[in-house]
């Protein structure tokens, strides 16, 4: 009640009191793992395992409201007690599977890893602790992962990984584009000549990448939108560059209608990095159309994508998984201006539109059950 009442602050220290008597059940675990033998049909062990379950998802919940409220440290304590317990249960149940119980208990141990994960990853000096995170989770069978470095909220099992596609596999599509770069810079100079054309990544006036902007250190990273909520519907503006689009990638322009990730003018300010990261999903790959790069062939304007540092090129296509962990760098006086373009990962380009819209509309509902995950106390 007092939750619904919006008063988060009584409704935690209840709900944080609550958490004591489910600590009892935990007690079992000692027995468990000393006989290594839990049976569904044991009415005391079922039980037991049920307030485990129980506990283990009030302590998950708990940690996101101390990780929304900057209590990291005691968030991280939660969530290794959550995988813990989880793992417990699961490691002892050699002998009787706990089938009824076990797609709730990975359910928890994937939120709790990646909560974790992500605790370590906005920390810029804890982000290599975030690849070992990631390791764990994988030796777990957890949250999809397959390499350290890929750790996307939503993953697509059995797509193909590449951190970086070389300029010789590139489609043909890239060579047109970049045929035609002078006329998109050319939109982009017009739009340029108003400042106020251009907005803070991140700063809402989209309908995705909200936290974009928390992954932004320096001046600022600005961005117009030419495809995707926030965009214009005429061709009023970059009508060029908004009708090369529609020609070379229809599916783009459509994924990024869907949701899937906007068309944008990218803007990185002098003296200023979008810090280590990785992207929602691998459902996609990432298109960066060189159009104003300062020092193009020194190491001052750059991009890492997973272990390795890449140049952008006026006129040149850099393209790339944004699921991999990344981060770019203009330590220069000059701005950097590249097209940014989502487009669908090869493999579900391939199949019938409304199949990988299906896959995509999957990945738009897990994003929205992760947030609403946040707000909504178990019982």
């Known amino acids: ?77 939660r969530l290794a007690q959550c995988i813990s317990i989880c793992m417990t249960i699961l490691f002892s149940s050699t002998s009787h599977p706990l089938t009824s119980f076990e797609c709730n208990i990975r359910t928890i141990i994937n939120d709790s890893f990646m909560e974790l994960m992500l605790s370590m990853e906005e920390v810029p000096q804890h982000r290599f602790i975030a690849r070992h995170v990631a390791a764990l989770a994988i030796a777990t069978g957890s949250c999809g992962w397959s390499d350290p470095y890929q750790r996307p909220g939503f993953m697509h099992v059995g797509l193909s990984s590449h951190p970086h596609v070389s300029r010789e596999n590139h489609p043909p599509w890239c060579r047109e584009l970049e045929n035609n770069w002078r006329g998109v810079l050319n939109d982009y100079s017009q739009l340029n000549s108003t400042p106020s054309n251009f907005s803070n990544v ?35 503006d970059a009508s060029f560059t908004k009708q090369l689009l529609r020609k070379l990638l229809p599916d783009a322009v459509e994924l990024a209608k869907r949701g899937g990730g906007e068309i944008i003018y990218s803007c990185l300010s002098p003296r200023t990095y979008i810090k280590s990261h990785c992207g929602p999903t ?6 960066h ?17 997973r272990e390795n540092w890449y140049s952008w090129q006026p006129g040149h296509v850099l393209l790339f998984d944004d699921s991999f962990e990344h981060e770019v760098r203009n330590d220069t006086d000059e701005t ?35 947030v609403a995950k946040r707000y909504h106390p178990p019982m």
């Open 1 to 77: 009640m007092k939750w619904q009442n919006k008063d988060y602050l009584i409704a935690m220290e209840g709900f944080q009191h609550s958490l004591q008597s489910y600590n009892v059940a935990w007690t079992w675990s000692d027995k468990a793992s000393s006989t290594n033998d839990i049976g569904e049909n044991d009415l005391n062990t079922t039980l037991s395992v049920n307030r485990s379950i129980t506990l283990a998802k009030r302590l998950l919940f708990c940690a996101y409201c101390e990780m929304d409220g900057n209590q990291i440290e005691s968030a991280r304590q």
């Open 202 to 236: 991140g700063s809402g006036q989209r309908g995705s990448g909200h936290d974009d902007h928390m992954v932004v250190s320096g001046v600022s990273w600005k961005e117009y939108v030419l495809f995707g909520t926030g965009s214009k519907e005429s061709d009023n």
């Open 282 to 287: 691998n459902l996609r790959w990432t298109v």
């Open 289 to 305: 159309l060189g159009l104003v790069i300062p020092n193009s062939s020194g190491p001052d304007c750059q991009i890492r994508v």
């Open 336 to 370: 950097r201006v590249v097209l940014l373009i989502r487009i669908w990962h090869p493999q579900l380009a391939c199949m019938e539109r409304n199949e990988r819209e299906s896959i995509l509309a999957k990945a738009i509902a897990k994003k929205e059950e992760e």
